[in-house]
């Protein structure tokens, strides 16, 4: 079963976990000995999605639409259908999700547990700030119908409740409207942190989708180097859903990681040098824009066996390029990290979740291979930053935080753990809220 | 428009299916299956999917008295029937079925008389109108008696070849007759069993099956294909390799 089970960073191992399949979204299935936990699809990077020595309750059985309503563009479903399944079903319609994460291979319920965000966070805010209801079903039996309106604490503590309060059963999902799959914008590329702000600050208001890749090894005057990519939903091309062949797969996971200081070294001065020029307009298919490592099936099995670790925090609007400096400077005098680094900036559309992880700032991510203490040491030394400027890390990919930086990073924790369901626990939550 | 009828709608390969052909367009559908609930779910996700009408008919396909009445009502819902799929089946304890006679009979009036009594029915209904489809899911269980299932794959092999003949027999009558023989298929039905390379998708299943009525196929097929070629090793293995599968 555990190796069933991993999460996608595929660290800390969970030998010691059962699986039952949930199929009927009306009832929890029977709970036996030990705490529950909801299983999406497995995208979480650490142990929100881990429940060693207890029982993982899947939904992927439950991959049901309930309505469709095509004219108010509304979706309602069950918690385990993918994202992936709802784009292939509205995209010919002329609708879209207002929200998608980098990958269109998570569930709804997973979705509104770590309460994702997109590119487009300024525009939309995040996937529950677009959900209108859902059906909770809570270890005593009952089934609560939750809004802003009906049981609204319960709705904001499940929004980014981390599979805590219960199992997310019917979702009603609000969608928007798009004339064509295509979009449009351009690619920059940018030699310092400085004007990576200027470019995303002057893109907010006039592109919905944003966001830069750095390369994390640039040291000295080039720190902070990269490319920035903005884009609209364009006005024509047509409403074909993406062509997908089948994606390319890492069939087996290397004895090593394949992720190497020298790798990543030849890899980012080639990527950054791509693209020769300042400025290049372009044209893409949502698909590749979007969930461009989607292409490729088990790409994080090239970490090797010992897994990696995603580090994502968000520092706020005030602190954010002193700390994103700190942050960058610090790891590319460790030499480590991976070619995957995404750095963007939040807006302030606020999400009723209140675990919710985006606040009004910067935000970076990246994976670390796991390359023993001094990987966990480096990722300790960019918590005491992002704690210092007032930011947090984000749980869903999260492996290795402390209680304390939990605690700090999410003030209305107090009010969460009072709608948690006793029966539901994770690793995520035995190690950063055990002592409720 | 295309009307469909599926038995055993609440199967995992027959939902793919179903899907499959909500989303395609022009499908209309008759669903028969024993649990009401899940077949009005059913039906709304193929309405979701793009269904145009779907009527969900509960009932229990193990009593044979009423199959014929089921049939009727399901042409005179859709004003006639294009695609019939009969994916109703139970994989049935071995050990459990063949401890009486009762039991295996019992086990094949599910298994097999009555998915026979059915294609005769719309073998019949489909030749008077001079067109249509009959698929219906056999195994390659039914390629030969193994001694772990050979109940469960004596009904399929009953289904199989007759559903072969009737193939044969229809082909001119523009009616055209799909034997299924899905290999190991991840569904509900087999969750219980470890999982190896050999195992197939219900969705993958599916597709060999709306492709195969697309075109019009007449015959077996093997989902996937390449089980053909292992059933052809199967059926040539001598019998003391066939004891130890
Ligand atoms: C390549 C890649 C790119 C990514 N990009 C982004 C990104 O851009 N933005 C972002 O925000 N995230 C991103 N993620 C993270 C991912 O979107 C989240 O971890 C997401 O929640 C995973 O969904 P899942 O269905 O796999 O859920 P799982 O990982 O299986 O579970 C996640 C949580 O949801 C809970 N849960 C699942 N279903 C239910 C239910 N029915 N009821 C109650 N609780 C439930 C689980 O208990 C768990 O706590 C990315 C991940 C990958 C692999």
Redesign the interface.
Known sequence: MSNDFQSWGRFPAAPHQKAV?W?DR?HMPMLGDGPVLARGNGRSYGDVCLNDGGTLLTTR?LD?????DAEAGE?V?EPGVLLSDIL??IVPKGWFLPVVPGTRLVTVGGAIANDVHGKNHHRFGTFGTNVLDFRLLRSDGTALSCSRDENAELFTATIGGLGLTGLIAEVRLKLRPIASSYLEGEQFRFDTLDEFFALSEGSEASHEYTAAWIDCLAEGDRLGRGHFMRANHAADGGLDPATRSLPLAVPLTPPLSLVTRVSLRVFNTLYYERQRVHEVSRRWHFDPYLFPLDSIANWNRLYGPKGFLQYQCVVPDNEARAASAELLKEISRSGQGSPLVVFKTFGDVASPGLLSFPMKGATLALDFPILGKRTFELLDRLDGIVAEAGGRLYPAKDARMSVEMFEKGFPALDRFMKQIDPAFESGFQRRVMGRA | MTRIVIFGATSAIAQAAARQWAAAGGACFVLVGRNETALGDIAADLTARGAEDVIAKPADLAVLDGLSRLCAEAEEALGGIDIALIAHGVLPDQVEVTASADNLLENLGVNALSPAALMVEFGRLMKDRGHGSLVVISSVAGDRGRPSNWAYGGAKAMLSVMGEGMGLELDSAGVNVVVVKPGFVDTPMTADFPKGPLWASADQVAGAIVRAVGKRRNGVIYAPAWWRFVMLIVRFAPAFIVRRL
């Open positions: 399949a199929r009306r059985a049901k639409f309930i309505l469709f979706l479903c292939d079903l």
